[in-house]
């Protein structure tokens, strides 16, 4: 078996608030292979921006850090990578794209320049030649007149077009890893398609790995071979994505999968009414508790649940749960 | 050729803008009692009715407001400020004399405030809890409450009795002969203590308004990105994060030029500077109307123009004003 591109084990993020110290990311462990595409998925809250900030190393400082656990990155212990080494791979290998196109810009100066910038930076290219390739990257990433707007500032694009600009910059030094997180959320449903045609065409070209964060079921059923799905910082199912869209074996992930919309007029029996998951995710100051977290919401809830916090249960078809009654659900 | 059209518009206002200065300085001088008459009378050493009549009619005192109003204002269109009873010269020449010394003062004082506020601002704000920011904000709160007459005392104090390093008054020493540069240095090392004192309450107005916007500016989308794209913290704070505090500190510069002058009023007369302020005071003690008239016209100007080239500053740093978009 190959060894994997990110293997990150037993990961444990904590964050420091008004309220003590809370475990963000609790026992985290996943891995990613070269050219795969998983997907993080989970409401709000629940760690899945917190564990790109920890793959990049810019956890908030003096706030946030990562309390145990590794992340090996081509066999590289990034928690233990100086910053200088950090810098180096940032933007290089592993790239970012994030969820604001609007602000995630610097509004002074031209999009060429902020892509031209991260190329002089990392591959060591010339002023010229590293314009010439920012107006390639966004005619590759579909802005139309590539040439004339690579010296456009961001305020003369749309949301869609910053998207793209962002894309291009993170994509500029085919990094191993891109890591998006919720790259569509801030946009227009038609323009969110195409930015995940780009990324899977994109992905197809380069070869680079993607690790998407996202709300969006369809979109992780699209793009992703598998996915993670979150919940209050500790990972509740991991797997491939159409064997947990078939049959989900965390009852978090059922509640998330029925919360998905079809487009069908009349309620028949395969689309009933449209279901949600009741309550909302518990605060930081009981993150870390020796119990299901999940349990407060869940129909499958007994004594157990409540006393223990549930092993990861691997299943033959290799999916992986965190529920005592995972063979039940 | 846009940028063009809207320099010419605000050159046109900033006209207009100058005639309403003159039209109300002058009807308030108009208003005040007293006038050339007296002075000169007083000059020669007291003089009847009949005597400050003649003087009145030589000058054209008699005549109604508005007339004399329409003559001053014709005068000024032709560069003639009219000429100053009590130090007998053009006031247009005595101003020009002196207005190098103001501008010179001036314009290193806000340099100087600009400079050290935004090091400190943005020193202040990568380490908001360390010493240097406490530093700031006392500094700051000291810096705008003393008053700047009492600030240049103070110094002129403490280097002409305790540390006699530096010269406390004047701009130049009559004394020294030599090359351009050693009166160059001379200057320089007169100009120091007036500089420092004007520029102490701006100074900590600009520091404390850099280290809340670039504060605001390290926790925003745009430098997360630069940091995700592996730059040094050097390229993430002076080019992306300091270039995009730097308009609201350029606005307040620029708001704050017109106080920075009539500070300059104070600061020259407590280290006899020999600039506008210095004559401004003396025109005002011998009710000299031309020179104070003159004086409050070229202040006007200097403002203008400062506002003027602020809006230039403006758009150098930040793309989104009234560029291209």
Redesign the interface.
Known sequence: MTTPLLKVENLRIELTTRDGVAPVIDDLSFELGQNENISFVGESGCGKSMTALAIMGLLPEKIGRIASGSILFDGEDLTKASPARLRAIRGNEISMIFQEPMTSLNPVYTVGEQIAEVIREHQGLGRKAAWDMAADLLDAVRIPNARGRVSDYPFQMSGGQRQRVMIAMALACQPKILIADEPTTALDVTVQAQIFDLLRDLRKDTGTSIIMITHDMGAVAEMAERMIVMYAGRGAEIGPVEQIIEHARHPYTKGLTSCVPHIVSQLTEDRARLTEVPGIVPGLKDFGKNMCLFASRCNHRTEECLSARPPMKPFENGQIAACWHAEDV | MTFINTFATRVFYAIILLMAVLVLNFSLMHMAPGDVADTIAQSMGGADKEVLDAIRTDYGLDQPFLVQLGRYMGNVAQFDLGHSFFFNQPVTQLILERLPATLLLVISAQLLALFVGVVLGVYSARKPNGIVSHFVTFFALFGYSAPVFWTGILLLISFSLMIPILPVAGMRDVTIEGNFWVHFIDVARHLVLPMITLASIFLALYSRLSRATMMETLG???V?????????ERQVVYK?AL??SLSPVITLAGLQFSAVVSGAVLVETVFSWPGLGTLAFQSIIARDTPTILGILFFSALVVIVGNLLTDLALRL????VG???
Do not use: E
Request: proline residues 5%; hydrophobic residues 20%.
């Open positions: 925003s989308d745009y997360r990105t630069a940091k995700a794209k592996g730059l040094s992306h270039k995009n740093v930040d793309p989104r560029g291209k978009g």
